[in-house]
C-alpha cells in the first residue's frame, strides 16, 4: 500500500520564477492539505481540496494556488516566486469519506531552494 | 483560531532516559496529533488522539481533552528518537490543523 508520494524531492529555482509540486495521497484518502515548513518551525497551513476544490486556506497570498484532480493527486503552485519561499513543502491526505475526523499521513516533501 | 504550545522547545538526555512532551491547545479540538520529524524531514504520525490514552511500544499519549492538554511519553530513549516531535490540532479533519512549533528531541549515546 503506497503511503503519499511528492514529487520533486528537492528543487531550485529564481526569484520570480513559478513552480509546480505535486502529491498522490495514500491510497484510500481523499483529502489532500498542503503545508509549508521553514527552517527551524512547524508546518504552515496552505490550503485543503477535497472534491476538486479548495475547502480551507491558511495566511498565504494569491502567488500561491492549487489544484485537486479526479484521482484525488494535487499540485501546488507558486507563482513569483520570493526567496522567502524557499521551505519544505509537505502534503498530507486524509479521508473526509468514512469519519470527520481521521489522522493525517504526511509526504517526505519537496525541498525548494528560491536562488 | 486554535494555539497550540508545546514545551520544552528542547530536551537533551542520556540513551535509556525517560521523558514527557506537553503540547496545550487553546480551545476545544477534535482532532489532536502528535508527529514525529526525523532529521531527514520525513513526518511520521505517532499518535491520533483527541481523547483519552495510547501507548505503542516505548510511546504512550494522554489528551486530556476538558483541559486542553495532551502529553507524549518516550520510555527507555534511544538515539533513533531523536528529532522533533510537533503537536497538531484541529476542530475536525476537515479543518485546518495547527501545529505547534515543536520539541527537538536529541538523545546522547
Known amino acids: 500500500d503506497a503511503g503519499v508520494t511528492q514529487s520533486p524531492t528537492h528543487l531550485i529555482k529564481t526569484r520570480g520564477q513559478q513552480v509546480t509540486l505535486r502529491c498522490s495521497p495514500k491510497s484510500g484518502h481523499d483529502t489532500v492539505s498542503w503545508y509549508q515548513q521553514a527552517l527551524g518551525q512547524g508546518p504552515q497551513f496552505i490550503f485543503q481540496?477535497?472534491?476538486?476544490?479548495?475547502?480551507q486556506r491558511g495566511n498565504f497570498p494569491d502567488r500561491f494556488s492549487g489544484h485537486q484532480f479526479p484521482n484525488y493527486s494535487s499540485e501546488l503552485n507558486v507563482n513569483a516566486l520570493l526567496l522567502g519561499d524557499s521551505a519544505l513543502y509537505l502534503c498530507?491526505?486524509?479521508?473526509?469519506?468514512?469519519?470527520?475526523?481521521?489522522?493525517?499521513?504526511f509526504g517526505n516533501g519537496t525541498r525548494l531552494t528560491v536562488t | 483560531g486554535i494555539q497550540v504550545e508545546q514545551s520544552p522547545p528542547d530536551l537533551i538526555l542520556q540513551e535509556g532516559a525517560n521523558s514527557t512532551l506537553r503540547c496545550n491547545f487553546s480551545?476545544?479540538?477534535?482532532?489532536l496529533q502528535w508527529f514525529h520529524q526525523n532529521p531527514w524531514g520525513q513526518l511520521i504520525n505517532l499518535f491520533y488522539i483527541p481523547s483519552g490514552t495510547k501507548q505503542n511500544g516505548r510511546l504512550s499519549a494522554t489528551t486530556v481533552a476538558t483541559e486542553r492538554y495532551s502529553l507524549l511519553y518516550i520510555s527507555s530513549s534511544q538515539t533513533t528518537d531523536s528529532g522533533v516531535y510537533f503537536c497538531a490540532a484541529s476542530y475536525s479533519s476537515a479543518s485546518k490543523i495547527i501545529f505547534g512549533s515543536g520539541t527537538r528531541l536529541s538523545i546522547r549515546p
Open positions: 480551545d476545544s479540538v477534535n482532532n
Open positions: 498530507a491526505s486524509s479521508t473526509r469519506r468514512a469519519s470527520l475526523n481521521s489522522p493525517l499521513h
Open positions: 481540496y477535497y472534491e476538486e476544490e479548495e475547502r
